[in-house]
């Protein structure tokens, strides 16, 4: 228990931390290398809590996916992100007392943190305990029966985000030439060489 | 869970998702060339629709496990939206073809929207709300920017994304906070939950007012209201006429659902909320609009304006504000609809005009389009005997019953300040010195919905006992 | 029928008024003469039905308003005062609208002509069959309406406006003591329903109330309240002054409107209300002093006018008053009685004026007139009829009714009723003298028009002719007629239950002395002598006359100044506060503080809010936390505070 509960502070301590340097480094290559961190500390506390394929799914998808695309997009864009964030110490205090007050609001209310009492019962645990399932299996068995449902609708949300990427950036630049690879393997040689029989000496 | 039972229930959706998909399927094979094709494919998936959703199962019906509800209220607001979607559709065509927008995925992100509305208007529990949300605000924020090449279009949809997710945020971590403190996101043990506790634990109060703060983003009503004016404007008019009637009627039965149902019994905590964000909608919304002078900006205060008064509705939290609500969101539809073909004929020299002032004399230059126009002005500004009046009077009906007097007055003070921003533009018309012309012949599509919804703005007192008993039904469903 | 007999004229009405422009000018004509000529003739059957055979009945159309402990139903009470209202509004008003087929067939604007005709007269019956004192009010304002856009039609003339908003103002003041009177009955009785009311009077009758720490006693204010409404829309002396300018409208709204109807509403309304007056004794004194004065003022003010129409519109001033004193006596037969036989020959007379005016190409000023009964013969003799009628000659209608009228007023035996009877035969001797000096101004003598009109001069056509000869009929007939029914032997079986009279005057007055019952003839006699002695006779000596007694002259000559005294009273105080409250009270305090102000106010917020719309995202995303904020906190401390 001792351990469990150093890593878990290790890890909310680390994730906290690196998300505040999200936010405040300089260099935009820092701040998603922070943002990896973050993530892999999240996928620590996921790890904690027993969801291990949270936590690998957080790793892959995040880690491996988006905070890459991002990195590739900071360093790929000419963007200035010092000049942008010119006028953020200017509204620093109204936010941050914002900040402040909705801050101590939640602790209020965490303080008072009273369940409404059928939880108990709401609770009906959909899964097979845990030791008779890993939670890959059990989240499998669920998410295409219970939840096809809500399921179905992020597919087609993701649908409308790709969608949405198409319509918004492609674009068909006329004079740009593309690879056809149809085209390139149904070439023949006949159509593009010619063999000629030069003389020697007359040249083409 | 029977299986059949939930495909009933969910019907249209599953249409419209596959036969949004198979429009996908052929614009991209096709190209530019299958735009028309598509948008008029698109109208008749919303009418086939709309024929499924009132074909659908009577009485309540769940389905899967409770995520899905089909009752009175929702086959009301479903065909409400799909009317107003369908008919913001058919006036995009003409408008889309002249500025070569020439995308076809316009119209298959339009009903992939409704889709998304009609999940949420059918949403029995938070999860399910948050996906239908999601659904179409994605879908929107990506035609608001549809003219990619328009500076002004581009940052609507990105103001428009930006803030949307910051609602989503607040949205979302109000759900965290009710799953939190009840320990269930299912509308039916939300509502049990709290029917058995008289004294809900603050943290339920505080994720109610995340929750209400996140619609009421959805809704446009301030303080959550600010990208309203900024998207209206920049938006494709047709876009934003489709922004202005269905995505407020979804949000606004989703608002109505979510306070009534799961948190039918903490009424004495939300009410003032809610009070609070339609009496401010309602000043902002009538005083802001009279400095504007661009006719878009114009109208999305006017729409702040409106779902102040439709909040008033909601409110009251009895019946016949619901019954109020209904009526008052099927008559906006109209009004707003026709109000919008006609800025939509507003064209000089092949040219969106958008100024407020160059709408003068338009009596002489087109009197057709000027007294139509007179009417939708009218009939915003609650003059009977025009549909607008009954709209406003059913809403401010339930507020008196429901003790709400200072809200009620503060509403006719604010609908009288309304009056004077739509009479401008009817003074502009009738007594200006007339501008040049605009073009003629704004195209077939257009002069139709004109007609339609002008005479449907006119007379709607003839239709108004069915409309009435339709709206009592619906919302009876939720008491 | 009589749904019938009330409603046709409003159908004929609104069809010529909402169609007129597209139906044309003849169909105009057609489809409101016609039911006017239906509706005369089913109120005469109805006079003969309810007077005579006594089938009084009232018709409930539907309740009418329903607030609190108002409750009011439309309703046509038809009992033999109405049908006797009825038939002759019905009879004059078809007469007018066929004279007026030919009067207006130059004017433009035939179909709203013949409109507003036909609603006058839809008004006029709604007033007559009044059931309650709202619906007569309904009617009583209906009429005045008409009236002032029939005084109005010629709206290119500028004095037509003028008597115009002229009628509609001097009757707003009778009409706003109407009113009163009218709350006062409710508040008094707490019903408007004439049935209830009357059924409660002598309850009522000498209870006090107290108003500016007087004791008044109610009855007898109602009844004063009322009849300033009556005085107003008769146009009794003070009243008066709209009536002769009334004269600007064509002279078939004059003969229908000025002469027989709704001038006489008045009469009709305290003749109906006579179950109140009759506890009202001081009321009915007052109303004889008016009566009395009226007709003694307005017959002298008729000896010198010169405009044919004014003459015979004083006349009308002073017939009215006949009628007043008549009531105030208490014998309300006679005052219906002369109001129906001075509705045939005065609106004979107006009628035939206005043939003299067609056929001379619109001149109305009878000096320069003179020997048209050469070119006229048809329209000098009806006029003679109307004239004899008036004058009170032997056996013609006129004679019945102002004989039982003086009679009524010296059986009294009041000193207010003697004072009425000696105005009364000093005003017939200058009736009898006006009416035959416009005579012989008119059709005898020698021509003073000019050689062209003179020539020009043309009997009307018959379209003009033939309601005069109707008319005519009743002006000889209508009083040897119904003298018996009206005021005879038959009186209580004809009347029964539709006047009050709590002594019968009219008994009385047929047992008076000799004298009194020969004297108006005699002064008729003398009148009618007198005028040809100067007109026919003696030309030179009017002139003489007037200027041996110039200051008198000038002062009836001018109408007793009352338009000036009101002018200066009234008007112009009126005109000086009105500016002074437009300019400074409207101008300044109410727009500068109200309507400007909370504009100004209301922009300057515009402003602010619009201006909080920056454009920048984070200022959006700011406002958005700040509100989530806000409302938060409200709750969190509404929760722990």
């Not at chain 1, 630049?173 to 149904?186: E, F, L, M, T, Y």
């Not at chain 3, 309507?595 to 602010?608: E, F, M, Q």
Request: proline share 4%; with cysteine; net charge negative.
């Amino acid at each position: 228990m001792v351990i469990q509960a150093l890593a878990f502070y290790l890890f909310a301590a680390l994730a906290v931390a690196s998300g505040v340097m999200v936010i405040s480094a300089r260099n935009p290559v820092h701040s998603v290398l922070f943002l990896i961190l973050a993530f892999f500390n999240a996928a620590g506390l996921f790890v904690l809590i027993g969801a291990e394929f949270l936590a690998m799914i957080l790793v892959v998808v995040y880690v491996g996916a988006v905070a890459v695309l991002f990195l590739f997009v900071v360093m790929m864009l000419d963007i200035n992100f010092a000049e942008l964030r010119e006028g953020f110490l200017q509204y620093l205090p109204i936010g941050a007392l914002i900040g402040l007050i909705l801050a101590a609001e939640l602790i209020l209310i965490f303080g008072t943190w009273i369940v409404a009492p059928d939880v108990g019962q709401a609770l009906t645990a959909p899964i097979l305990p845990p030791d008779q399932v890993t939670n890959t299996h059990a989240l499998g068995r669920i998410i295409y029966t219970d939840y096809i449902y809500l399921f179905q609708a992020s597919g087609l949300i993701l649908l409308i985000a790709m969608i949405g990427a198409i319509v918004l950036t492609l674009r068909h630049r006329p004079g740009v030439r593309r690879q056809k690879i149809a085209d390139q393997v149904s070439r023949r040689p006949e159509d593009v060489i010619e063999v000629r029989d030069v003389t020697t000496g007359s040249g083409v | 869970m029977n299986i059949a039972v939930d495909i009933s229930a969910i019907w249209p959706e599953l249409f419209m998702a596959v036969a949004a998909m198979v429009m996908l399927m052929y614009g991209a094979f096709r190209g530019e060339g299958a735009t028309r094709f598509v948008t008029w494919a698109g109208v008749l998936v919303l009418v086939v629709a709309a024929l499924l959703v009132l074909a659908g199962p009577a009485g309540k019906t769940t389905a899967f496990n409770g995520q899905f509800v089909v009752d009175a209220f929702a086959v009301f607001a479903k065909v409400l939206l799909i009317a107003g979607a369908a008919l913001a559709l058919i006036l995009a065509q003409p408008y889309n073809m002249r500025e070569d927008i020439k995308q076809f995925e316009y119209p298959i992100l339009i009903v992939f929207a409704v889709l998304g509305m009609m999940m949420m208007v059918s949403a029995n529990d938070l999860l399910s709300l948050y996906v239908g949300l999601e659904l179409q605000s994605l879908a929107l924020y990506v035609v608001a920017a549809i003219r990619r090449d328009n500076l002004r279009s581009s940052e609507a949809g990105l103001k428009y994304f930006v803030l949307g997710a910051l609602s989503s945020g607040i949205l979302l971590y109000g759900m965290s906070l009710i799953y939190g403190f009840a320990g269930t996101t299912s509308f039916d043990g939300l509502a049990a939950a709290f029917a058995t506790d008289s004294d809900a634990p603050v943290g339920v109060i505080v994720g109610l007012v995340f929750i209400a703060a996140g619609l009421a983003f959805k809704v446009s009503a301030v303080p959550f209201h600010m990208w309203t004016p900024d998207v209206y404007e920049g938006a494709p008019t047709p876009v934003t006429a489709f922004f202005a009637v269905a995505p407020k009627i979804a949000a606004m039965a989703l608002f109505v659902r979510v306070m009534l149902e799961p948190f039918g019994d903490l009424v004495a905590e939300w009410q003032q909320v809610i009070w609070f964000i339609s009496l401010a909608s309602m000043i902002l919304g009538s005083f802001a609009a009279i400095v504007q002078t661009n006719i878009k900006r114009l109208m999305a205060y006017s729409s702040i304006g409106h779902m102040g008064f439709v909040l008033v509705g909601l409110a009251a939290g009895n019946e016949t504000g619901v019954q109020g609500i209904l009526l008052y969101l099927t008559i906006y539809v109209f009004m707003n609809i026709g109000t919008f073909a006609c800025i939509l004929a507003m064209r000089r020299q092949g040219r969106m005009v958008e100024d407020i002032d160059q709408l003068a004399g338009l009596s002489k230059t087109n009197p057709y389009l000027a007294a139509a126009l007179a009417v939708f002005m009218f009939s915003m500004a609650g003059i009977p005997p025009l549909a607008g009046f009954f709209a406003k009077f059913y809403v401010f009906l339930a507020a008196i019953e429901a003790g709400l007097y200072v809200l009620t007055v503060v509403g006719l003070l604010t609908s009288v300040v309304g009056a004077y921003y739509y009479l401008r533009i009817v003074k502009l018309m009738y007594f200006d010195e007339p501008a040049e012309a605009f073009d003629r012949a704004p195209g077939r599509e257009i002069t139709v919905i004109v007609t339609v919804t002008g005479l449907i703005t006119m007379f709607f007192f003839i239709g108004l006992a069915p409309v009435l008993d339709g709206a009592e039904a619906a919302a009876a469903v939720l008491f | 029928m009589i749904e019938l007999a009330v409603f046709l004229p409003l159908a004929g009405g609104l069809i010529a008024g909402i169609f007129g422009v597209r139906m044309g000018d003849r169909a105009a004509q057609l489809v409101t003469v016609i039911p006017m000529l239906i509706a005369a003739i089913l109120s005469s059957y109805l006079l003969w039905h309810v007077g005579i055979q006594g089938n009084e009945r009232t018709i409930e159309l539907f309740t009418w308003i329903d607030s609190g402990t108002l409750e009011l139903s439309w309703a046509l009470r038809v009992d033999t005062l109405t049908a006797v209202m009825m038939f002759v509004v019905n009879v004059v008003s078809s007469m007018v609208h066929v004279y007026s087929v030919g009067y207006m067939s130059h004017d433009p604007h035939k179909p709203r002509f013949m409109a507003y005709l036909s609603l006058f007269t839809f008004f006029m019956l709604a007033l007559v069959t009044a059931d309650n004192f709202v619906q007569m009010f309904f009617g009583w304002e209906g009429v005045g309406l008409m009236s002032y856009l029939l005084i109005g039609f010629w709206s290119g003339r500028p004095s037509a406006n003028a008597a115009a908003i002229k009628a509609f103002v001097v009757n707003r003041v009778g009409d706003f003591g109407f009113m009163l009177g009218i709350f006062g009955v409710f508040f008094a009785f707490g019903t408007l329903d004439f049935d209830t009311v009357f059924a409660a009077v002598p309850e009522v009758a000498g209870r006090t109330f107290s108003f500016l720490s007087m004791e008044l006693d109610i009855v007898t204010t109602l009844c004063f309240l009322l009849f300033i409404g009556a005085m107003g829309k008769s146009a009794q002396i003070g009243l008066h002054t709209w009536l002769p300018d009334a004269m600007e409208g064509p002279t078939p709204v004059s003969a229908l409107i000025h002469a027989a109807t709704m001038v006489t509403a008045g009469v009709f309304m305290v003749v109906r209300l006579s179950p109140m007056f009759e506890f009202a004794p001081i009321a009915l004194t007052f109303i004889v002093f008016i009566g009395g004065s009226t007709a003694f003022f307005a017959a002298t003010i008729g000896l010198t006018q010169f405009d044919i129409k004014r003459v015979i519109a004083y006349s009308t001033c002073s017939q009215l008053g006949y009628m007043f004193f008549a009531v105030g006596v208490g014998a309300y037969p006679a005052a219906i009685f002369h109001l129906m036989t001075h509705a045939f020959f005065k609106a004979l007379l107006f009628l035939g004026a206005g043939s003299v005016i067609h056929g001379m190409d619109d001149e109305q000023d009878m000096r320069k007139m003179g020997g048209l009964f050469s070119k006229m013969k048809v329209t000098a003799s009806l006029m003679w009829i109307g004239s004899l009628a008036l004058a009170g000659v032997p056996f013609f209608a006129g004679f019945w009714s102002k004989d039982v009228i003086l009679e009524s007023a010296f059986a009294a035996h009041t000193g207010m009723g003697l004072y009425a009877f000696w105005a009364g035969i000093a005003a017939a001797l200058m009736t009898a003298f006006y009416s035959w000096r416009l005579l012989f101004l008119t059709f005898h003598g020698r021509t003073r028009a000019d050689d062209h009109t003179f020539d020009h001069a043309h009997e009307s056509p018959p379209v003009m002719i033939l309601p005069l000869v109707v008319l005519a009929l009743g002006a000889i007939f209508s009083g040897w007629l119904a003298a018996d029914y009206f005021v005879g032997h038959h009186l209580d079986e004809f009347w029964r239950s539709s006047i009050l009279m709590t002594h019968n005057i009219i008994e009385e007055a047929h047992h008076v002395p000799k004298w009194v019952k020969f004297l108006p003839i005699v002064v008729g006699a003398v009148g009618i002598v007198l005028a040809w002695v100067m007109y026919i006779a003696k030309p030179g000596w009017p002139a003489k006359f007037v200027a041996m007694v110039r200051p008198i002259h000038s002062f009836v000559f001018n109408k007793w100044f009352f338009d000036e005294l009101y002018d200066r009273i009234f008007v112009r105080p009126s005109f000086v506060l009105g500016r002074g409250l437009w300019k400074s009270g409207d101008g300044a305090v109410i727009d500068g503080v109200g309507p400007d102000g909370i504009a100004a106010a209301a922009k300057d917020i515009a402003g602010r809010a619009s201006r909080m719309q920056s454009g920048f995202v984070y200022h959006y995303a700011f406002a958005m936390l700040i509100g989530l904020v806000l409302l938060a906190s409200w709750f969190l401390f509404g929760f722990f505070g």
